[in-house]
Each structure stands twice: as structure tokens, then as C-alpha cells.
């Protein structure tokens, strides 16, 4: 199955609540597929409602969707330093991101606290004004 097919799928099961579980399973079976196509899809327009859709698909109740979704927050993390998008996309992703923070564990949350101040230090966050 190719990127675009896994996305397009990932897309249509987002839209409808009452398959969560279906999107659930579906996220667990594409992770590396996902995982290799959101840095360049989540700089587009919609890259927050992907980024949502992602995160529905990684429940909080198990540990490997736990390890799964700090993979994609950091990978998005990543992605928002080093490309420039508008200020009112960038909100959109980090906000998001943002509702998630309190479920991570503390190491990673340091981790990322640290390089995202390293890289407005190191003046290489591609984001900041």
C-alpha cells in the first residue's frame, strides 16, 4: 500500500467517530508508513486536522501507542524547527501537540523542552519571529 492510499485511508477513517477503533487498529498496522510521510504532510493546509486524526489513532490505555504517539510529536517537533510555515499554521500543529504534553512522561518533556530552547539559542528554529 502506498503513502498517499495509507493517508487517504487515515483521512476517511478520521472523519468518522464511530470507527475510533477501526482508525485505532489502522494506525497501529501504518505507523512506519505514517511516520515517514508526516513531516511533508503536516507542513500543508489540513496538517493539524492530520495531526489530530494521528493522535486519535494512538490510544493513551496502551504502552506501545504511548511510545508511538511521543515518536510522533517529536517527529513533528522536528519538522516544525527546521521548515518555515505561517504563524497561524504553526499554532494550529503546536496546539495540538499541546493537548497531549500532560500524557507524556516527564523525560521526553524535558527532552523536547531542552532542544527547543537549543534551537532558538542556536537561532536554527526556522519558526521563530
Given at each position: 500500500m502506498g503513502e498517499q492510499q495509507v493517508?487517504?485511508?487515515l483521512i476517511e477513517?478520521?472523519?468518522i467517530i464511530s470507527k475510533r477503533e477501526e482508525l485505532q487498529e489502522y494506525c497501529n498496522?501504518?505507523?512506519p508508513m505514517i511516520l515517514k510521510g508526516l513531516p511533508r504532510r503536516i507542513l500543508?493546509?489540513?496538517g493539524e486536522c492530520l495531526l489530530n486524526t494521528i493522535l486519535h489513532g494512538l490510544p493513551d490505555n496502551l504502552p506501545e501507542s504511548s511510545r508511538n504517539?511521543?515518536?510522533?510529536?517529536?517527529?513533528v517537533l522536528e519538522t516544525m524547527r527546521k521548515e518555515s510555515t505561517s504563524l497561524t499554521h504553526c499554532s494550529g500543529v503546536v496546539s495540538r501537540l499541546c493537548i497531549e504534553l500532560p500524557k507524556q512522561l516527564v523525560e521526553d518533556l524535558v527532552r523536547w523542552c531542552n532542544d527547543s530552547v537549543q534551537s532558538i539559542v542556536d537561532d536554527n528554529d526556522e519558526n521563530m519571529m
Open positions: 493517508f487517504s485511508e477513517l478520521g472523519r498496522q501504518q505507523f500543508h493546509s489540513g504517539k511521543a515518536k510522533v510529536i517529536e517527529l
